[in-house]
């Protein structure tokens, strides 16, 4: 049986993958390592706790004794690496953290893999000629598109804010390792995922929660800033092939091909509440839409080109927008 650590799986993205790749391959044993930060809940695996299959250790990736003692004690032959401060607004308050984490923390978990996984660069220890490093990412490193185009894996880098910044800087590490190193390595950038167990500070719960308590909608700005937005189990299918599949030193693009601005968002959700849970009033809950003083330097659109994970390792997304924010919705339904 082989042993991977997975970093950040009690947050959104890598506790839904948890969960799929726990039920789709017996023959893997998951290491979980989490902060628990605000955007952490053990609660979020409470299905698979207890499995023979799952062990959750709580803990920083920068303790490199701890991350080595996994390595060690584990033998691991695989990394994927989820665990990052994500929340864009949190970034431009208070970016020590971003660099601490997003920065610090990657390079962390490559060293300790480079240092257990081979004897000396482009040299594999026996046990570990096809351990991998899996790196997660996020297509706001390639800062803001125009009105067209779409970004690809050789679009240059040009991040807007301290989160896509240590986001961007931690791709580069990971590329590093591999070109100096020949580290095993391979990094996916996705558009915005949404989908169950979403943190409460994200755009579709925010929208979600405070309509049904009757609280004004806030929206950025004048609402049109344009995102790609991608199912969280669409995205997860997406690693697993990446993982399993994918060329050693590359990036792939991940995106759900869905482009709507944050109004077309809201007013999308508004519309299915209002037939799943109308308003006691019988007025739309398109009325709580509440237009705020925009983020700093917020970006105006992303969109993402997928053709190379898709023509190389035969992904597509199983969802379209309006199935996804379906099953979304209901989700969020019963948990407020």
Partial sequence: MKTILITGGAGFIGSNFILHFHEKYPNYRIINLDKLTYAGDPANLDTIRGSARYEFVQGDINDRPLVEKLFKEYRLQGVIHFAAESHVDNSI?????????NINGTFTLLDVARSCWMTEPFTCAKEFEHARFLHISTDEVYGSLGPTGLFTETTPYAPNSPYSASKASSDLLVRSYFHTYGLNVVTTNCSNNYGPRQHDEKLIPVIIRNAIQGNPIPIYGDGENIRDWLYVM???????????????????????????????????????????????????????????????????RYAIDSSKIKDELGWNPEETFETGIFKTVDWYLKRY
Wanted: include cysteine; charge should be positive.
């Fill in 234 to 300: 669409d995205h997860c299918k997406g690693i697993d092939l990446v993982f399993h599949k994918g060329r050693v030193g590359e990036t792939y693009n991940v995106g759900g091909n869905n482009e709507r601005t944050n109004n077309q968002i809201v007013r999308t959700i508004c519309g299915i509440l209002d037939k799943k849970r109308p308003r006691t009033d019988g007025k739309s809950y398109a009325d709580q839409i509440t237009f705020v003083k925009d983020r700093a330097g917020h970006d105006r």
């Fill in 93 to 101: 308050s208070g970016p020590e953290t971003f660099i601490k984490t």
